[in-house]
């Protein structure tokens, strides 16, 4: 019988500085996880909350840490891509193609799933996501503990994803076993997930590997409309998390479509107390409200969205107008999560007066 409540837990912080010297760190993560525990790792996307996968219980202590719904499955994370026929079944060749360009790395592939997975971690569905992560922490942890590493991203449900152990510290301290520390990811989002499960491949979360980049394996691959449009009301998700609020900070964001001199311009006519710019480099000096760059390209976007959002939060943010991404690339994804994050309110500066709140 499974327990549907979290204890209290000790936590402990691993830093890791060294592979070799922080050795016993590794194994001792590894250890937990095989031993049914929870721990936050590194990985190059964001940090991961990682448990057993084929341990029910510890599967559904990770749901419950982190506050998340019980149907939103969960990505399992191996060393290597031949371990995937353990989990999965009518595996097709392009899924090893892709892995031999793509893997180790952030790219997430959803295939039909063996028995040996358990329902807490495909949430009931017949599918199962897999990744091989690049991050060589949490390659270690992985290999020591000797089983798929089932991780979400290790922040409480509707928060941003967390980019440092810090993060990880804030939303989870007393409700997991044990926080690895090994610096900030290097990507800033989560991976890239498609499904080879369908009639025809299809990107449900655009990431680090890009549309383009999949297509050249890939030439007939599909892009959710969800990607950057809310789900209609009633359709159902091909991805659960699809239909969850997301990387939500307290402020209301407005995502603006606009170049840097309108963007500068449109602030700061709308600047009072309470509002930021979440903004890139170019826009810095033109701005006469407290702004947080996300630096100049979309490499720097990707990788500094998520603490800036939590950042907004520390300052006390009330209203906050964000510089729209170039949808193309890796800016597919930063657009992905901040249009999430700002509900999908987006203006272009010629829009006057006509958004579903009647504010501007
Ligand atoms: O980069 C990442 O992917 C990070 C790191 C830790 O690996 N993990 C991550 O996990 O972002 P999570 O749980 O926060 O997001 C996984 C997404 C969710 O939207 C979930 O609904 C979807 O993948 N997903 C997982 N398994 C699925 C399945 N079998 N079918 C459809 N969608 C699935
Ligand atoms: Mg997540």
Known sequence: MKSQTLQRKETV????????????CLQQAGEIIRAGGLVALPTETVYGLGANALDPQAVTNIFLAKGRPQDNPLIIHLEDASQAQQYARDIPDVYYELCRRFSPGPLTVILPKKEIIPKETSGGLDTVAIRIPKHPVAREIIRFSGVPVAAPSANLSGSPSPTTASHCIHDLWGRVDAIVDAGECSVGLESTVISLAGERPILLRPGAVTPQMLREVLPDLLVHHAVTDKLEAGERADSPGMKYKHYAPQAQITVLDADSKEFVE?????AHEGVFALCFEEDVLGLKVPCLSLGKDEIDQARNLFAALRELDNRGAKEVYARCPSKEGVGLA???RLIRAAAYHELSPQDTGKKEDGRF
């Not at 912080?13 to 016993?24: E, F, P, W």
């Open 13 to 24: 912080l691993l830093k890791i500085q060294d592979l070799q010297q922080d050795r016993h």
């Open 334 to 336: 930063v657009y992905n």
């Open 266 to 270: 449109y602030v700061n006519r709308h």
